[in-house]
């Protein structure tokens, strides 16, 4: 039994498969972080005893490929079990479920690389020293920043999400950003390991881990008791609305419409703002549409806004593009304001190699045969209301998942309006991770968050990350707000830099303690 254990299948495919699967434990919906720190500091003893068998046993054997099939095995584990609700959305078309099987297993092995190539780069001086957990910190900390933006970027389940049950802890967001935070996590994940080192004084690193964490908690403790947004602002009532509509119910635009409108409950007298969720109009040619303009005149009056997904097109004179939009509607179906998606999923809403693979009858798998064109529109929309100017930044649903879109923006914004189509992820976890990082949007620009999720969770997020009100994605109804009308506090704070003093710290502290051979 004991030399099952210690072959090289084992050590380099069956174990790092396992560690990497059970790191879906730590994030949520279970939020078993303690799995997580348990994963990362046995990957941490598989890299270094992998090292050491290279000087003897696996001297026959390729030192790098040995690394690159360790880190690819936990990356493939990692990612197969974190995604694996991608592939519900293939399921909804006959013509796409041969893809399920491809989806599955090249997904997660192309993701892999972001951890095959860290595993690689630490191996040569991975050691049973505090200064070995500062450099793979180092590396996994560049290689998620890197994951983030690369073909278009993939930042779902940073290692930073497993801490979102901890309120406290995220309070420091705002100053950090997430990049540098997800850093410091990564340590923390790590830092078991030093209970097993040989080192003289290893109270004194514990001791000064334990003193920055519990700081970091009692400041967010503090600035969670102390902030309160109920005077001295002005405010905007909005009502979110979820419909639990089947996707199929979205081809009939009638029908979904009448649904919505039901379930908003409008009251004419009153002024809101009523938020949809994503992918409610899929017909180009709405505005046209007289039956559905009456429809919303006869239930919505001048006090209302209605904001939702649609489809939309713009003709040139060579060709037609179509979007993805965040649109805002008054009650006579005249659109207000619109964004259009910027941050497209690839084969989801845009089929990459277009023009070759459409020749083998693939197409992309929302509504439509075209892709989507991205957005170069301005982000912030600009409105007045009820004799009030708001400022809102749109985010359509898988655009929730990546910071850049709250940090990098140049301009003020009152609220984070995220609208999603979750229907498309089933019953798995999906949803639940796909929330999360809502959570982290408002805790970082220091807005509320307000989410309309059709099969998903919606919900008012308050600037701290605290969900105010909710709809879970079992359930059908409306949920009613009066937020007072915030300034997000991102402006003028460039996080990347910030991650990238934080790095160059991390590398000083990891020649101090190379140098003193701790």
């Known amino acids: 039994m004991l030399k099952f254990f210690n072959r090289r299948f084992f050590i380099l495919f069956i174990f790092p498969f396992f560690l990497g699967s059970i790191t879906v434990l730590g994030f949520n919906p279970f939020n078993l972080l303690f799995v997580n720190a348990f994963s990362m500091s046995m990957l941490f003893y598989l890299v270094f005893y992998v090292k050491k068998k290279t000087q003897s046993s696996y001297r026959k054997k390729p030192f790098l490929k040995n690394l690159f099939l360790l880190g690819s095995s936990y990356g493939t584990g990692f990612f197969l079990f974190g995604v694996y609700w991608i592939t519900y959305s293939l399921t909804f078309d006959d013509s796409f479920k041969f893809l399920i099987p491809f989806a599955l297993i090249l997904i997660p092995l192309f993701l892999s690389l972001f951890f095959s190539l860290p595993v690689m780069a630490i191996g040569n001086f991975i050691n049973l020293e505090v200064s070995s ?35 406290e802890s995220l309070q420091i967001l705002p100053i950090i950003g997430i990049f540098s935070f997800n850093l410091i996590l990564i340590t923390l994940l790590f830092f078991p390991c030093i209970f097993f080192f040989k080192i003289k004084k290893k109270f004194l690193f514990v001791i000064l881990f334990v003193i920055l964490l519990l700081s970091n908690y009692f400041y967010g403790s503090y600035k969670l008791n102390t902030q309160t947004f109920t005077k001295n602002f ?29 379930i908003s409950e409008p009251d004419k007298n009153k002024k809101t703002i009523f938020v949809w969720p994503e992918g409610v109009i899929l017909d180009e040619n709405f505005e046209s549409r007289e039956e559905l303009k009456k429809l919303i005149k006869k239930n919505f009056s001048k006090n209302h806004l209605i904001v939702l997904g649609a489809n939309t097109q713009k003709i040139n004179t060579d060709k037609t593009n179509y979007f993805n939009s965040f649109i805002i509607i008054d009650n006579e ?36 045969y075209n892709s989507f064109t991205r957005g170069i529109n301005d982000s912030v929309i600009s409105l007045e209301f009820d004799g009030k100017s708001l400022n809102i930044l749109p985010l359509i649903c898988y655009e ?28 798995s976890i999906g949803p639940e991770q796909h929330f999360v990082k809502a959570i982290f949007r408002s805790i970082e620009s220091g807005s509320f968050t307000i989410r309309s999720a059709n099969k998903g969770i919606s919900a008012f997020i308050s600037p ?10 079992t359930e059908t109804g409306n949920i009613e707000m009066d937020l007072p009308i915030l300034k997000s506090k991102n402006i003028n704070t460039n996080k990347n830099l910030i991650f990238a003093l934080l790095l160059i710290t991390y590398v000083i502290t990891f020649i101090i303690l190379k140098k003193f051979k701790l």
Do not use: C
Request: positive net charge.
């Open 333 to 368: 179906l005249n659109i207000i304001a619109q964004y259009n998606k910027k941050k497209l999923v690839p084969f989801g809403e845009f089929l990459p190699f277009e023009k070759t693979l459409r020749k083998i009858g693939l197409k992309k798998i929302t509504h439509g």
């Open 464 to 473: 701290q990350g605290e969900i105010l009100k909710t709809l879970k994605s």
């Open 400 to 427: 929730i998942i990546f910071p850049s879109l709250v940090e990098n923006e140049k301009k003020h914004f009152n609220f984070i309006i995220n609208i999603s189509e979750d229907a498309w992820f089933g019953n």
């Open 133 to 167: 957990i500062v450099l793979i910190s180092i590396l996994f900390s560049i290689s998620d920043f890197l994951r983030s933006f690369v073909l278009t970027g993939f930042p779902w389940n940073l290692w930073a999400y497993s801490y979102s049950w901890s309120h």
């Open 234 to 262: 002005e405010k905007i009532t909005f009502k979110v609305v979820s419909s639990g509509a089947n996707l199929n119910e979205f081809k009939d635009l009638k029908l979904v419409i009448s649904k919505l409108i039901k």
